[in-house]
């Protein structure tokens, strides 16, 4: 069974930083495209970072150099390390694990809440 399971998130000023965590169980990361996404009140779920298995990492513009995605093989964790943040990236922070190779696979966590408020 597979699970994956987001931590790390919570409340914090603007211009402060969090670290989200995604700790898989049942598939490792090393061998799925691991992504981050949030959603927040009202609005559509948007992607914001992905890495690659050869760690290639993208980013939506919006949040390019201020958030880092990462892997540890060893914690079979992927991590979303945030800074500088700001109102308009409080949301839940959502992992998911997808394969796009047949036969094509996506997990999904049950996401972290991250306010940003002062």
């Known amino acids: 069974q597979v699970q994956l399971v987001e931590s790390g998130g919570g409340l914090v000023q603007p211009g402060g930083s969090l670290r989200l965590s995604c700790a898989a169980s049942g598939l490792t990361v090393s061998n799925y495209l691991m992504k981050w996404y949030r959603q927040a009140p009202g609005k559509e779920r948007e992607w914001v970072a992905t890495i690659t298995r050869s760690i290639g990492t993208r980013y939506t513009d919006s949040v390019k150099g201020r958030f880092t995605i990462s892997r540890d093989n060893a914690k079979n964790t992927v991590y979303l390390q945030m800074n500088s943040l700001n109102p308009e990236d409080a949301a839940v922070y959502y992992c998911?694990?997808?394969?796009?190779?047949?036969?094509?696979?996506?997990?999904w966590g049950q996401g972290t809440q991250v306010t940003v408020s002062s």
């Open positions: 998911k694990a997808e394969r796009i190779i047949p036969p094509t696979e996506e997990y």
